[in-house]
């Protein structure tokens, strides 16, 4: 920038800037406090960041786990970019640190999931891997079903969301990746569909499990819904995410329903570690 710019930018008025500043994005504020003392301490005013912040986002702090401690609105706004537990724990709350977009992650406990009330079938349980108090465990079932809900209106608006289950295999899991599974998400009349495996890191176990049920996944396979195949990867997190699908969140409010079924072959299966279903912001936003 040259030095004649540099001048006319410091005589701006800095409540000048901050309402200027309050039209651009977390990043292009980030980026222009480094321009001159005057948008250094315009990026800091609370006109900026009250405008980054959600619209409900005095009902979201009345509604955390654990009180935030800031002073400034920009102060706020960072404490929200890390993950804060809400309604009792059973919701993790989040801000997009450049774009100001929300993620949502609905624990186990928020999701219905097919039998979670027979502890033959799952266990909750603790374990300090999860950001919620518990996860759910399956021990044993034929008939995996997973499904969750979320407003459109409690997201960020004109952004397109992908929504991700969250889990982990033990190692004593089996029957998971032998019949495929299906993921769906509905919106109004919109239905994004898609399978998946649930792959065990057992190798030899795997190969037996195949060979064993050649006949009946091959008949399976036949019967699975067109859509999108998604495989499960690995998370800066430790844990593992499968996308179900993608919705966009336009200015109309609509229920975002997810899912997630095993193909109907009452195959027995047990090892998924389930801590819930994350909701946020494709990476090309």
């Not at 009792?88 to 039998?115: C, D, N, Q």
């Not at 027979?118 to 891997?129: A, E, G, L, V």
């Not at 195949?229 to 996308?243: A, K, L, T, Y």
Request: some cysteine; glycine content about 6%; charged content about 25%.
């Amino acid at each position: 920038m040259s030095n004649s710019m540099g001048g006319f930018i410091d005589m701006l008025p800095e409540d000048c800037v901050s309402t200027i500043l309050s039209f651009t994005s977390p990043t292009d504020t980030f980026r222009s406090s480094m321009v001159s003392s005057t948008f250094n301490s315009a990026a800091k005013s609370d006109v900026v960041w009250e405008m980054f912040l959600p619209a409900d986002y005095k009902d979201v702090l009345s509604r955390v786990v654990t009180p935030l401690a800031f002073t400034t609105k920009k102060e706020l706004f960072l404490c929200l970019c890390n993950p804060i537990l809400i309604d009792g724990g059973r919701k993790s709350f989040k801000l997009e640190k450049l774009s100001g977009k929300i993620s949502y992650m609905l624990s186990a406990k928020e999701l219905s999931i097919s039998s979670q009330n027979d502890p033959m079938q799952w266990t909750w349980k603790s374990i300090p891997q999860s950001r919620f108090s518990e996860v759910a465990e399956l021990r044993t079932t034929s008939w995996l079903e997973i499904h969750g809900k979320i407003k459109t209106q409690i997201l960020s608006p004109n952004t397109t969301y992908g929504a991700y289950l969250i889990m982990k295999i033990s190692n004593r899991a089996y029957g998971l990746d032998s019949i495929p599974s299906e993921m769906s998400i509905e919106v109004g009349n919109k239905v994004c569909n898609g399978t998946t495996y649930l792959r065990q890191e057992d190798g030899k176990k795997q190969q037996m499990d195949c060979l064993f049920y050649r006949n009946r996944t091959e008949v399976l396979r036949k019967r699975v819904i067109e859509g999108i195949e998604q495989i499960p990867s690995e998370r800066e997190d430790g844990w593992m995410e499968i996308e179900l699908g993608e919705f966009f969140s336009g200015e109309s409010y609509e229920e975002v329903k997810m899912s997630f079924m095993e193909v109907k072959g009452y195959q027995s299966k047990g090892g998924l570690i389930l801590e819930g279903i994350e909701i946020r912001p494709k990476n090309y936003e």
